[in-house]
């Protein structure tokens, strides 16, 4: 297994690498960037360091929900949902072990993140498959005061 460090590293240059693919509107190979990205980070966390815990929780979160972005960018809306469920599934088992009991609350606030942003994403689906773009009301108050009305946020650590 790799050190904590080296994980990180490796999740930081896919992670670049992701970031720039996204900027030239390449969300497949962005995709696949964000999930190799997800990868080292799920063995890592397996067996937990004793430092940078918190650092690899982060990460891990932002991964999934940049691959779930990228995935929601390319028109596949069961991946991204499958991003954020396996995102929302280690969460919860990290919460419920034993070595990660120091980082209860940050797990707490970290899960709540990703259901908030699940849930624009499945708000996001319902509007697309039940409204046309010129039925949406553009003049209520949501959509002018939410900027995270009808997309879905791209995240970087």
């Known amino acids: 297994m790799k ?3 080296a994980v990180l590293k490796l999740w930081e240059q896919f992670t670049l690498r992701g970031n720039q693919f996204c900027h030239d509107n390449n969300y ?7 999930e190799k990205s997800v990868d ?3 063995e890592c966390l397996n067996c937990p360091p004793k430092r940078n815990l918190a650092t690899l929780i982060r990460c891990f979160v932002l991964g999934c929900q940049n691959a779930a972005y990228c ?7 069961q991946v991204a949902e499958y991003f954020h469920r396996l995102c929302l599934k280690k969460l919860t088992l990290l919460r419920r072990s034993k070595k990660y009991h120091r980082l209860a609350d940050y797990i707490d606030i970290e899960k709540q993140s990703v259901m908030e942003r699940f849930q624009l994403l499945t ?3 319902f509007l697309l498959e039940n409204t046309l ?3 949406q009301d553009r003049s209520s108050q949501k959509t002018k005061n939410d900027p ?4 879905i946020s791209f995240l970087f650590f």
Request: proline residues 3%; negative net charge; without cysteine.
């Open 28 to 34: 497949v190979a962005a995709q696949l960037a964000f």
């Open 3 to 5: 050190s904590t460090e």
């Open 71 to 77: 995935a929601e960018r390319n028109g596949q809306r």
């Open 148 to 151: 995270f009305f009808g997309r």
């Open 123 to 125: 708000d996001n689906i």
């Open 40 to 42: 080292g980070l799920t």
């Open 133 to 135: 773009p010129w039925e």
